[in-house]
């Protein structure tokens, strides 16, 4: 079975650009969460989809960022001016459903550096 | 100050060694915690979880939670250099969605032969 997976793996944008961040849940998985970790800090959650509602946002930075989960299957992540201090890693993450046994698994992360 | 704290390292162990691994904590609405492995340019994968006060065994891995002292602990019994990873604590307060987590930053562990 498929695990999360993202695209791109890496990218470089000049600041001022755009990016879109692309994830692929498990099949199956209701559940859709986005993290990211800059450089020396902690992995942080920015939000949460279920199915394609929007389940909690609190984690969002600013309105720079947009996610969306049209149709409920795969998210993506959109960070439009990218600015310097948005490089770091984007991981997605996916779970069944959100009761206290379920596992969340990870993707690989996506990469991104602003220059 | 940080929800959590945790010790980034780097760790350096010899193999067979017991390894221990901490994190303190601030939320006292802090009832769920877990520990993930992270290989290298891989995403986090959860190893233990427990959400009450005392410990959980699993094969090499001891996952320890002390409530009163907001203190979490990970031991590794018979460390391999396979266990090699960064280790992150992460935790979940009560009543938010399971997939809300607060990390730790993670400490960096090498097992060497």
């Known amino acids: 079975e498929a695990g999360v997976t993202q695209f791109p793996s890496h990218s470089v944008i000049e600041k001022g650009q755009t990016v879109t961040l692309r994830c692929d849940p498990i099949?199956?998985?209701?559940?859709l969460y986005w993290y990211r970790r800059v450089m020396g800090k902690e992995i942080k959650f920015l939000l949460h989809?279920?199915?394609?509602?929007?389940?909690?946002e609190s984690g969002m930075p600013n309105n720079r960022f947009l996610a969306e989960r049209t149709g409920g299957t795969y998210s993506t992540l959109k960070v439009q001016p990218a600015e310097l201090e948005d490089s770091g890693v984007y991981f997605c993450?996916?779970?069944?459903?959100?009761?206290?046994?379920?596992?969340?698994?990870f993707g690989e992360g996506s990469w991104l550096t602003v220059v | 100050q940080k929800e959590v704290e945790q010790d980034p390292g780097p760790l350096s162990v010899p193999e067979g060694a017991i390894v221990s691994l901490n994190c303190t904590y601030s939320?006292?609405?802090?009832?769920?915690f877990m520990w993930y492995r992270q290989y290298s340019r891989k995403g986090p994968e959860l190893l233990m979880y427990?959400?009450?006060?005392g410990n959980k065994e699993d094969g090499r891995f001891t996952a320890q939670v002390d409530k009163s002292s907001k203190y979490i602990s990970l031991f590794i019994r018979d460390s391999q250099p396979s266990d090699s990873a960064t280790y992150l604590c992460?935790?979940?307060?009560?009543?938010?969605?399971?997939?809300?987590?607060?990390f730790g930053q993670g400490t960096i562990l090498t097992v060497h032969p």
């Open positions: 993450a996916s779970s069944q459903d959100w009761t206290i046994r379920n596992t969340i698994y």
């Open positions: 099949s199956g998985h209701d559940n």
């Open positions: 989809f279920v199915k394609e509602s929007k389940q909690d």
């Open positions: 939320n006292s609405a802090f009832q769920y």
């Open positions: 427990t959400y009450s006060s």
């Open positions: 992460a935790m979940r307060a009560g009543g938010t969605s399971y997939g809300k987590l607060t």
